[in-house]
Nanobody
């Protein structure tokens, strides 16, 4: 069955770094765009970063540009989110998403989320 398993979250001080990983199984990882979303308490889920299946197009939310880097390793079926210069406002549950649109089908998978807390 399809699985997306996030790891790497935790508690970090402001200015610190974390690397999130998303291990995928049960589908053809290399055919899917991968994204990281986050949801803070009382707020809507928001897109943080997205990378195309081939890794040739990458987009970031303005709030994380220059601090976060999304990447993927299709040989390992894993996506990553390198987070540097973390701020308290980055505190949220971070979710991995895999998506492939092959009309008329829209394949969309989510992980269970990993908590990131930025606090001194």
């Amino acid at each position: 069955q399809v699985q997306l398993v996030e790891s790497g979250g935790g508690l970090v001080q402001p200015g610190g770094s974390l690397i999130l990983s998303c291990a995928a199984s049960g589908f053809t990882f290399s055919s899917y765009a991968m994204s990281w979303y986050r949801q803070a308490p009382g707020k809507e889920r928001e897109l943080v970063a997205r990378i195309t299946s081939a890794g040739d197009i990458i987009n970031y939310a303005d709030s994380v540009k220059g601090r976060f880097t999304i990447s993927r390793d299709n040989a390992k079926n894993t996506a990553y989110l390198q987070m540097n210069s973390l701020k308290p406002e980055d505190t949220a549950v971070y979710y991995c998403n895999a998506r492939r649109v092959r009309l008329p089908m829209n394949y969309n998978y989510w992980g269970q989320g990993t908590q990131v807390t930025v606090s001194s």
